[in-house]
């Protein structure tokens, strides 16, 4: 398995990379996002990698993050997502943005993405609520869903960006009973990942 690879940009696409490692040329689907990250052509990086195998098809993914890579995993498990769907969606919504969106039950915001429609969605959200450790917050009647996931969403993305991984982001903000904003969320999280609870 290739977790990442080190080597420096031959060329960029518009849905992919060519990386140089060592004088062998990796072409690595990536979203566009993690595109538009990467140095300029000549230059050395770092690109977290996922190589999907299937018995007729070897396809290699790269992630400008390894919380990216994380969101790619969890997202092709789902029934009627394959890796293409996957990027697609992570070149429509970043992982903190995915993570709103099921939090609150977005099913139009996650239909938005091509190759998406609304049963799919119904079903990302579904499977990966639980995987991704997000809280519930798309109960009818809350009234609070909307600014909830705003400051689910900010949160999320300070998290990621202090180097906190996915999986401990989730794990952060659970228990959040829904007071306050995004600081007040934030003060929670850290509180929870200082071994506070």
Not at 98 to 111: E, F, K, N, P
Not at 116 to 125: D, L, P, S, V, W
Not at 128 to 133: P, Q, T
């Amino acid at each position: 398995m290739i977790a990442y690879l080190t080597g420096k940009v031959a060329r960029k696409g518009t849905a992919y990379a060519l990386l140089d490692v060592g004088g062998v040329g990796y072409k690595l689907a990536m979203s566009t996002g993690s595109l538009s990250a990467l140095p300029a052509e000549g230059d050395e990086v770092m690109v977290w990698a996922y190589l999907y195998v299937r018995e007729d098809e070897l396809s290699l993914f790269g992630f400008e993050s390894e919380e990216e890579k994380e969101a790619f995993e969890q997202l092709i498990t789902v029934s009627g997502v394959g890796p293409k769907v996957a990027l697609a969606t992570l070149s429509a919504l970043s992982p903190g943005a995915l993570a709103q969106a099921i939090a609150v039950d977005d099913v139009a915001t996650i239909s938005t993405v091509p190759g998406i429609g609304k049963k799919t969605a119904q079903r990302i959200i579904l499977d990966l609520k639980d995987k991704l450790g997000v809280p519930d917050l798309g109960a009818p009647g809350s009234g609070r869903s909307a600014g909830v996931g705003a400051a689910l969403a900010e949160t999320t993305d300070a998290l990621l960006a202090m180097g906190f991984s996915a999986s401990e982001v989730s794990a952060a903000v659970r228990g959040f009973d829904g007071r306050g904003d995004a600081s007040a969320l934030l003060k929670h999280a850290l509180r929870r990942l200082g071994g506070g609870v």
